[in-house]
C-alpha cells in the first residue's frame, strides 16, 4: 500500500503552466506504476498519463499529448505532472494514483489514491 498526497493545483489563465506534484510513502515506492488521472466536475475520472516503475515508459492521454510530461523521481519518492500550454477544458480534479507492476489505463486498476488537487484555467 501506499500512501499519496498532491500538491501544486491552483488558478491559472490559459496558455499558462502548472506542476502537480505526487508525494508517495512507503519503502517499495519504485515497484509501482504511477497515474494521474483527472474529474471534470459531473463527469468521470479518466486516464491523462502515466508512468512505469522504473520511469523509461510513459503514456498519455490524447488530450494531453505534448503539452503534459509525467515524471518521477524514484530517490525521493515523488511523481509530478508538468502542464504547459493550459486550456479551460484542463480545469478538473486532478489526482494521483498507485499500481503495483504497469501502467493501465483504467482507474479501477489502482489501488491507492490521493486526495486531488484542483485545477482551475480561465479563459
Known amino acids: 500500500q501506499v500512501q499519496l498526497v498532491e500538491s501544486g493545483g491552483g488558478l491559472v489563465q490559459a496558455g499558462g503552466s502548472l506542476r502537480l506534484s505526487c508525494a508517495a510513502s512507503?519503502?517499495?515506492?519504485?515497484?509501482?506504476?504511477m497515474g494521474w488521472f483527472r474529474q471534470p466536475p459531473g463527469k468521470e475520472r479518466a486516464f491523462i498519463a502515466g508512468?512505469?516503475?522504473?520511469?523509461?515508459?510513459?503514456q498519455y492521454a490524447d488530450s494531453v499529448k505534448g503539452r503534459f510530461t509525467i515524471s518521477r523521481d524514484n530517490t525521493k519518492n515523488t511523481v509530478n505532472l508538468q502542464m504547459n500550454s493550459l486550456k479551460p477544458e484542463d480545469t478538473a480534479g486532478y489526482y494521483c494514483?498507485?499500481?503495483?507492476?504497469?501502467?493501465?489505463?483504467?482507474?479501477?486498476?489502482?489501488?491507492?489514491w490521493g486526495q486531488g488537487t484542483q485545477v482551475t484555467v480561465s479563459a
Open positions: 494514483a498507485a499500481r503495483f507492476g504497469h501502467i493501465s489505463l483504467f482507474s479501477m486498476n489502482y489501488g491507492d
Open positions: 508512468i512505469s516503475p522504473s520511469g523509461v515508459d510513459t
Open positions: 512507503g519503502r517499495t515506492f519504485n515497484h509501482f506504476a
